[in-house]
């Protein structure tokens, strides 16, 4: 079971550290460990503590500012976690990572190995993405999504995202109301919410909570959305009592390869097809071949990720481009056989089959 808590839950407004509410789910984790569950935390909280250590009431916007607040926070975060689970009994590890370490397949798979050890072993990892290193580009946004994310990497059985509220609200006719047991099948990102605001001291706010959800079910996880302050919380989510917004996970997941393509590697260009191509994708039983593109956009290598679109701009899905953006569009438009003669070291498809994944939402027809 993979439990995000949220800088707000965990950091007061002033900058001080809520240890009261650190204790607590600390407990919560080690209570969930003694009934033979295998916890991992994703917690935030680094920058806005640094924030606080430093004085500095006011949350820049500039990255070298919230990287160097997260180096002051990071350690004594991590070094308070030390002195809660040890009281215990029990071990944290610290894993820093960035949308980078997931991106190539081959990290990915070590982070995975990482994690699964120390679980073996008996510890429990504290994942925070890696601040005082990450850019513009590879950050993954929010620890929200950092956390579905590591869920989807581990094939959790559920993933609770801890914050100042009890869940999700959704419009009603004297204000917002709680949602609670959501039907399954339900789209998150569909879902009409009413907008509550982020809070000032963390990123996350609905909309990170929804694309989580929604990447998180996608792969067959359970996710709760609940307050990090109510007693108990963990336990009773991990029970499957009520505990705030909760979406079923889907009954027919995908592979962790196809998962970790659609979730994980960016796109890094597009190729778009025409309707014949579109509707072959779309059955998911064909690969894409050079005669099926129309254009190609990006300046991308074989083996990175494109996007696939359909002619009337919209998404199809996201696959393993085999050839690079020069090539592709050496070959665009070609059938096979003058496509070959053209690039004759080349494989035969732009996309394999086994490298495509259709986009969220998107079903076989």
Avoid at 291 to 315: L, S, T
Wanted: one cysteine or more; a neutral charge.
């Amino acid at each position: 079971m993979v439990v995000k808590l949220g800088s707000s839950t965990l950091v007061a407004p002033d900058g001080r550290l809520r240890e009261e509410v650190l204790d607590a789910r600390v407990a919560d984790l080690v209570a969930l460990r003694a009934r033979g569950l295998q916890p991992v935390l994703v917690s935030s909280g680094a920058i806005a503590l640094g924030l606080g250590r430093l004085g500095v009431m006011d949350r820049p916007s500039a990255l070298p500012a919230l990287q160097a607040a997260s180096a002051v926070g990071q350690g004594e975060l991590f070094a308070r976690y030390i002195r809660s689970f040890r009281a215990h009994g029990a071990v944290p590890a610290q894993i820093l990572l960035t949308s980078a370490d997931l991106e190539r397949r081959a990290s990915y798979l070590n982070a995975r190995n990482t994690l699964e050890r120390l679980i073996e072993w008996g510890a429990v990892p504290v994942v925070n993405e890696n601040d005082t290193t990450a850019t513009d580009e590879l950050t993954f946004g929010d620890n929200d999504v950092l956390a579905a994310q590591v869920a989807i990497l581990l094939r959790a059985r559920a993933l609770l995202l801890l914050t100042e509220r009890d869940g999700l609200y959704g419009p009603g006719p004297g204000g917002p109301v709680l949602l609670g047991e959501v039907p399954e099948g339900t789209d998150p990102t569909a879902m009409p919410l009413a907008d509550m605001g982020a809070s000032a001291s963390g990123r996350g706010g609905i909309a990170s909570k929804v694309a989580a959800a929604a990447m998180a079910t996608a792969a067959g996880v359970r996710c709760v959305i609940a307050s990090g302050t109510r007693a108990g919380v963990i336990g009773a989510a991990a029970a499957g009592e009520p505990a705030g917004t909760a979406f079923p996970a889907a009954r027919r997941p995908q592979t962790a390869f196809k998962l970790w393509l659609r979730h994980a590697k960016p796109a890094m260009g597009t190729l778009t097809v025409d309707s014949g191509a579109a509707r072959a994708l779309s059955r998911s039983g064909t690969s894409l071949l050079a005669v099926g593109v129309v254009a190609c956009r990006g300046d991308f290598a074989a083996g990175d990720a494109v996007e696939v679109i359909g002619p009337a701009g919209e998404v199809v899905g996201k696959g393993i481009s085999a050839l690079s953006a020069d090539e592709v569009r050496a070959v665009a438009g070609m059938r096979s056989e003058v496509a070959r003669r053209v690039l004759p070291d080349a494989p035969p498809e732009v996309v394999h089959r086994d490298q495509f994944v259709l986009a969220a939402g998107r079903r076989p027809e």
